[in-house]
């Protein structure tokens, strides 16, 4: 393992590199992991949420009298009662500060909206309640679909990347192209529905909050909800050790959340709102629909001429998030002229938000299939094509990457795979009972983010240490690798070191979100680790008693709880030695971490990766399953294997989901999702996923940041979602270009 | 969820008594029940707790070859007993292709008869459906009803029959045993159910009370076990409803079809026995182009009921299917994909 360039004193101990099991799983399968909803402070009330079954127009009236006579209803909550906001809900103070809907008014503006809340002694109490509200409406005639007639060009699409990007002139790369793609690809709403529904319990003392509510940014929450009530955000505390899933959707605090933490004020006692599933459809984001025009012009070498990616999609009618769909033709192949804009419906939806993979996710799947017909129109195979457009620098930026070991993606995924010797031609291959199958590959990519965290090291004189930040475990293994990068910043074995995270009294982590989570928190526990070590250091040196008096020119190394000297590690002395004869019975280290604008400036941060699928579908009935997936992915240094692997599993499952399996199904008369369920809301179950092989290829980035850490979070939908579909086309020779890709639409491919 | 009263019969005779009460429904497992409570959907004032009667947990193989199954059997108990699913496997096949393994641990053999619907638009109080408020009017129809009827339907309702089960019990004749306040009756499953007509809100011919306390398979059913099985087609492997499903069987003397069934599944508001096919193939050879022509007639009168014009002709081709697979011969163990197009296929590969 490498040393790091800016650090002396760190040797990657032994815990960076080991594939170790999760440090909360034996709570979490014991049902000891206390998620937001598992607590009940003394005198908690229940609160329920009504929603509104429109999705345009005014509430006329409620039965609020129906609802206050139910026994152990406590309270309803209206426009006319709800405590007052120190800021309007619906004030655009930042581009990641999104309208909500808290009561503030009649108005409806999607399905799903809350419209009244019910606090009651029991969570039925309140569920009965809120049925009994009945509420009466003015609907309004509603806008649903793509093809809606409000159409705006955004000024910027997903976190702030222009909505109109390009160099070189692409209709006259088309127009001299000898191959030529066109084609339209269209993607469905999809919603997070993370296992765990957001949850907040609430609980005031007189102007101080806490909170139990998962959030993948604790700062952000607090600095909301501070915002929205008119306190300092000290005064917000908010728990967040675990959360049973994110995927965006907890990035920033919902609407439903503010309520609960509104609906204790107004009750005076604390106050648990869960949403029901079927109320996760709403007010707590979504990935949009997008419908994509990719033309793609080739020599007859088989170079890419140009690349034209025009997206289609939607926000709400009251605030903007625009899918960044196109992200993806940024970056992944050489063309002499790329274009890529969009266009935007506005719909009485929810706003959509960041979900695993934004952008990246939607736009992969239908650049990847361009990318497959556009190989099939030169005759090359899809390996070869891409490899003939590989991109040696970035190409919306020219700029290098900081690393890029997608050649060894290819080469190593397609071994594994065994891709040598598949057939060009679609509906060549059938297994022995006469399926038919395909094999389909696609490049998978996610830059390389971090955002802004801190964190704190701490050595006692017990020769333990404390590393501690606000980070956040959504199931990704955070507890784990984050304690793993501390251990060894602070030269600990990782049973000597005390991990506290997810609290908002912590320092700020960031946000876990972008898969940059573990590149930041992980640069902030390093910095912090150095700065505690270095501060240790410093005592020892200067202290004659010390074996490491006077080291200072060779400096020393801090492994295994002990400083030794760099020149002669026979010498050195322990942590709790050090601290002893100073007479302090700890020591602090405080670090942050970000991205170095030089290396912004002069790099292009990137993870890749390359994903084989195989499928078989049923010739007659057009039954799809993918038998077989092969992911090789390169992401910098992997901070514990196993849980990496576990994060490729997941992504790549979510894109056999993404092609297979997984819509909002919504019916446009009403703009409701008729399918707001997880019987009717697809996706795979585990029959659905036989064999999955995630291969972490090596890759060492001596620029992205000091660990050389990319991310694993997202970069798994990637990819694969295009492999899957590339792989139902070469089974079956039928190209579906709208996804989920629809069993009838391969069965019944040209009949009457 | 509404507040209701709980009753806990002793005897089969005071459910029956509770139960005609106006407003009351039985519970067995309530793995359909409490969902349509907890969505409002259904608000009963009375739960009749069928759980702790005694008598209705019964598996019976009877001396002729038949069985008799307890209403309160659970569909996994049923599916795993080896000498039921020996003389059955079309019928332990269709359960094991149902909803998932948790569910089949809970759900029970009368419950599976009389579950609802799965039209997104009957489990949505906010949307207009006949069969929840008779006179509502029908949201499925103009609606995202691409999985809806597409044999038996009415203007009123275009709902279907969500059932595996249901599916191999029509073809093979099964009998509903029924008790109610002025006795016993038996019904066939084939008539247990009822299409919506003008009254989609009765779904079968239970009077108010009735119980179904048993289900009988005869004895001729079993004479179909070396040539059964059922096929389901589905968005997903497990835990799915049917797109369309096809239970076929088949007696073969001297290389000739002596007597075949077969219903189809995912088509109608119940399960549909394919009579017009069945005595299409009577007497034909065992091949691709019988099968083909008995699918064809199975589904001579089915008509789109919106979106789904697609699901006539894949429910063709699972009759056809599940017929070519019946004669190929019922496999020796249960596949590990019941009901799957990816199990393997005894004998000969399927497709050219």
Redesign the interface.
């Known amino acids: 393992m490498a040393e790091t360039a800016s650090a002396t004193h760190v040797r990657h101990g032994s815990s960076i590199g080991q594939p170790l099991t999760r440090r909360d799983g034996v709570l979490k399968v014991t049902g000891q992991a206390r998620y937001a909803a598992d607590n009940h402070p003394p005198g908690m009330l229940h609160a329920a949420l009504a929603v509104s079954?429109i999705a345009r127009g005014r509430v006329t009236a409620l039965d609020i009298a129906a609802a206050r006579a139910h026994?152990g209803v406590v309270e309803v909550m209206t426009p006319a009662n709800r405590p007052p906001l120190a800021l309007d809900p619906d004030a655009k103070t930042g581009p990641f500060v999104f309208r909500m809907e808290v009561l503030q008014d009649d108005r409806v503006r999607y399905a799903g909206q809350p419209i009244a809340v019910v606090i009651a002694e029991t969570l039925?109490a309140a569920?009965?309640g809120a049925?009994l509200l009945a509420p009466r409406y003015a609907a309004e005639p509603v806008e649903a679909g793509l093809d809606a007639a409000d159409v705006f060009v955004p000024e910027m699409v997903g976190p702030g990347a222009p909505a109109r990007e390009g160099y070189g002139d692409v209709e006259a790369g088309l127009a001299a192209a000898a191959r030529r793609v066109e084609a339209v690809y269209e993607t469905p709403a999809q919603y997070h529905n993370a296992m765990e529904p957001h949850a907040v319990v609430a609980a005031w003392e007189g102007d101080r909050l806490t909170l139990d509510t998962p959030s993948q940014g604790l700062a952000w929450a607090q600095d909301r909800i501070a915002g929205l009530f008119g306190l300092p955000p000290e005064n917000i505390h908010i728990r967040s050790p675990f959360l049973g899933g994110g995927f965006g959707s907890k990035g920033v605090i919902s609407g439903p959340q503010v309520l609960g933490i509104l609906a204790a004020r107004l009750v005076g006692r604390p106050v648990k709102l869960v949403l029901r599933r079927e109320q996760m459809y709403g007010p707590v984001g979504h990935r949009a629909p997008t419908r994509q025009r990719l033309r793609i012009g080739a020599g007859e070498d088989g170079g890419l001429t140009a690349l034209d990616h025009q997206v289609r999609t939607a926000t709400s009618r009251f605030d903007d998030f625009i899918e960044p769909a196109g992200s993806v033709s940024h970056t992944l192949y050489a063309a002499p002229a790329i274009a890529i804009g969009y266009d935007a419906v506005r719909l009485d939806t929810g706003t959509p938000l960041f979900m695993r993979a934004p952008g990246e996710a939607s736009g992969s799947i239908a650049l990847e299939s361009a990318i497959d017909e556009m190989a099939l129109a030169c005759g090359m195979d899809p390996l070869e094509f891409r490899l003939r457009n590989y991109a040696e620098v970035e190409p919306i930026s020219g700029k290098p990457f900081s690393s890029k070991a997608l050649r060894d993606c290819y080469a190593q995924g397609a071994a594994r795979f065994g891709w040598a010797g598949r057939p060009l031609q679609p509906r060549q291959m059938?297994d022995?009972?006469?399926?038919?199958v395909g094999w389909g590959m696609g490049t998978a990519t996610f830059p390389a983010l971090m955002f802004h965290g801190q964190a704190r090291a701490v050595l006692r004189r017990d020769g333990t240490g404390l590393a501690e930040l606000g980070a956040q475990d959504m199931g990704q293994g955070a507890w784990t690798a984050l304690a793993q990068l501390a251990a060894d910043s602070m030269g600990l074995e990782l049973d000597q070191l005390e991990f506290r995270a997810g609290d908002s009294r912590l320092p700020d982590a960031g946000i876990a979100g972008g898969s940059a989570h573990t590149a930041t928190a992980g640069a902030a526990l390093h910095n912090a680790g150095a700065e505690v070590i270095a501060r240790l250091a410093e005592l020892a040196m200067a202290d004659r008693r010390s074996p490491l008096f006077g080291a200072g020119n060779a400096g020393v190394v801090a492994r295994g709880g002990s400083l030794l000297r760099r020149d002669d590690e026979s010498r050195g002395e322990s942590y709790g030695e050090i601290l002893a004869r100073a007479g302090l019975e700890e020591i602090e280290g405080r670090g942050s971490g970000a991205m170095d604008p030089a290396v912004q400036e002069h790099y292009a941060t990137h993870a890749h990766g390359a994903v084989f699928a195989e499928v078989?579908v049923?010739?007659?009935?057009?039954?799809i399953?993918a038998t077989r997936l092969v992911g090789a992915f390169a992401a910098g240094r992997i901070v514990n294997p196993r849980l990496v692997r576990s994060q490729y599993y997941g992504g790549m499952i979510w894109g056999v989901s993404f092609a297979?399996?997984e819509q909002a199904?919504?019916?446009k008369?009403t703009g409701?999702v008729?399918?707001a369920n997880l019987?009717?809301y697809?996706v795979?179950?585990?029959?659905?996923v036989p064999s999955l092989e995630a291969i972490l290829v090596d890759e060492v980035d001596p620029h992205v940041n000091p660990l050389g850490i990319k991310g694993v979070g997202e970069i798994g939908i990637t990819g694969t979602a295009g492999a899957v579909a590339n792989a139902v086309w070469h089974a079956t020779g039928v190209r579906v270009r709208r996804f989920p890709i629809a069993?009838?639409e391969l069965?019944?491919a040209g009949?009457e | 969820m509404n507040r209701f009263d709980y009753v806990r019969p002793a005897s089969i005779a005071e459910a029956i008594a509770a139960a005609a009460e106006p407003g009351s429904a039985y519970l067995a497992s309530g793995t359909n029940l409490l969902d349509l409570m907890k969505g409002n959907v259904v608000r009963p004032a009375r739960l009749v707790d069928l759980n702790h009667l005694p008598g209705l947990d019964g598996i019976e193989l009877l001396p002729d070859g038949g069985a008799r199954i307890g209403a309160r059997v659970r569909n996994a108990d049923l599916a795993y007993h080896p000498e039921f699913s020996r003389r059955f496997p079309a019928v332990a096949e269709a359960l094991l292709s149902g909803a998932s393994a948790q569910l089949r641990n809970a759900a029970t053999v009368g419950g599976n008869l009389l579950q609802r619907t799965c039209c997104a638009y009957f489990y949505d109080p906010a949307s207009a459906c006949n069969k929840r408020d008779p006179g509502a009017g029908c949201d499925a129809r103009g609606g995202e009803n691409r999985l809806h009827a597409v044999l038996g339907w009415s203007e009123r309702c275009i709902a279907t029959h969500p059932s595996d089960f249901c599916v191999p019990l029509a073809a093979f004749g099964a009998v509903v045993e029924i008790e109610g306040q002025f006795g016993r009756r038996e019904v066939p499953l084939e008539e247990f159910h009822l299409l919506p007509g003008e009254t989609p809100e009765r779904e079968s011919v239970l009077a108010p009370g009735e119980l179904v306390v048993a289900l009988r398979l005869p004895a001729e059913a079993a004479g179909f076990a070396a040539h059964a099985r059922y096929v389901k087609l589905r968005e997903r492997t497990s835990y799915a409803f049917a797109v369309v499903s096809a239970a076929a069987g088949l007696r073969l003397e001297n290389g000739v079809i002596a007597e075949a069934r077969l219903a189809l599944g995912g088509v109608a508001a119940k399960p549909w026995r394919a009579r017009a096919a069945e005595a299409a193939l009577a007497g034909a050879r065992p091949d691709a182009a019988s099968f083909r022509r008995a699918a064809e007639a199975a589904l001579a009168e089915a008509a789109p009921s919106g979106d789904n014009a697609f699901k006539i002709e894949l429910a063709r081709r699972v009759a056809a299917r599940a017929l070519l697979l019946a004669a190929a011969g019922t496999p020796e163990r249960l596949p590990a994909l019941p009901a799957s197009a990816f199990a393997p296929v005894p004998g000969a590969s399927l497709h050219g």
């Open positions: 079954s026994p039925e569920t009965e049925a059938r022995e009972n006469g399926l038919l078989k049923d010739p007659e009935l057009g039954q399953r297979l399996h199904v919504m019916d008369r409701r008729m399918n019987g009717e697809h795979p179950v585990n029959a659905d069993l009838e069965a019944l009949a």
